[in-house]
Structures are given as C-alpha cells and as structure tokens.
C-alpha cells in the first residue's frame, strides 16, 4: 500500500502555531522531510517517531523529488514540511507539480503565513471594513520587473490597501521606499516592521516610509524582516500574545 506525499506548511516557526491536522500527520508519520525551516524549535518540542532528514536542495535540485519518491514507493508515510504556508513563496507548486508528474499522490495542509503571524501577534489592522478591501503579499527582489510590479502596486495603497513585504531589510530599504514614493505615496505613510516573527526574539516597531531606515539601522533589527505598509497600519499591541515560555501538552 502506498500513502499519499503530505506537504505540511509548518506556520512561522512558533510550534504553537502548528495546525491539528498537520501535527497528526507529523505524529503518524514514517518519515519527516525538510529543507529549511525558522529554527529547530518544532522538533524539539515535539517528540516524533519518524526518521527525520534535512535534504540540501542546493547540491542537487532533485534531491528531495528523489527522496519523497523513495519512501512514497517503499509505502511509508511521508511528511515534507515547509515553513509558512507551503504555497506562499515557499516552492510547494513547483513540488507539487513534479510529484503529479511521476504519478505520486500528494496532499496539503495550510500553515499560518509570515504576515498572517506577523499582524496578528502584534495586532497590525491590515484591511478595515467599507473603507479597505485590499491586503497584498509581495516579495521584493532587486531586478527592474519587480520593481516595476511594486511601483504599481504602490498606487493602490493611496486608495487604503495594504502591502506586506517579504524579505526586505536595510540593505534595499532605500531602493524600496523610492519606488513606493516614486508612485506618488506620502513618505509619511506607516509602515510597521516584525522581526523573527513567532520566535521568542521576534520583535517590531512602527515607524514610516520617510524614517524606516534610519530606525532600522538604529536598532539593528534582525532577519527575516516583514514591511506591511498601509494607511491603517499601527501595531497595537507590543505584548506577545502567543505565551512562547509555556510547554505544550503533547
């Protein structure tokens, strides 16, 4: 009997935010498969019975395909975690894709995204009712098609809407906040930055599109980085609202 490849979004890192149904099939499984992930915290915390195997994907771009078929035809359960959700900047179309390919079952399970995390922990409002309907995840990389994508995207944020940046830092802050301006945004619209979000070190700040370098470089904040731009944007809450010090019962 063959099982069907599980593709798990494992959330931001935080095993608390780790989904039911993803830490059954985790706790059922043969084998446990990753390639990166926030930090080790999920599989110390928990006590899985499955050979768990990180596999670089640098070296040998296949490697994991290979892997997963491996197992998928010795009839073992296998589970691939990735972080975040699966399908959100995280390649799991891609796996998806080539495990229909050579004909392996596969099924997925949702894993709380980075900017779902991010503005829930510190209570960031990112759409508000009858005045913005539009919440927008972007990943910034330095090439003039991206940069044209932002600056058009930039323009709905003079109408409400809300942009979450992914893997932005101080090194291309610059570059960002000229595109976002260049589209006839006000250098004083809020931006609101976390940090390791999820993870016991995880902080943030507010701040605005004209001062968040400089506070950036003040306080040395540390990657992986979110920018959620918006006019509604403000971080209500500095408090950590997941209790990270406290053991789960498993």
Known sequence: MKYPITIIGMGPGNPQLLTLAAKKALDEADVILFDCMPDDSL???FNFKAEIKAIDKKIEPTAMLNEMKKHYDMGKKVCRLKP???????????????????GIDFVMIPGITASCAATNIFAIPTTEMEESDVSVNFVYHN???N???LKELANTLKYGSTIHIYFANTDCIAEIVTIITSAGVSADMPVAVTSRISAKDQTSVMTTLAKVEQTLRAIDMKRPMLFTVGQYVEILSKKQIIPLDIPLKV
């Open 43 to 45: 599989l110390k915390e």
């Open 84 to 102: 975040g959700d699966a399908l959100m900047f995280n390649g799991g179309g891609k796996e998806a894709h080539a495990l229909k390919a050579n």
């Open 143 to 145: 090439n003039e098609k």
């Open 147 to 149: 940069h044209q994508l």
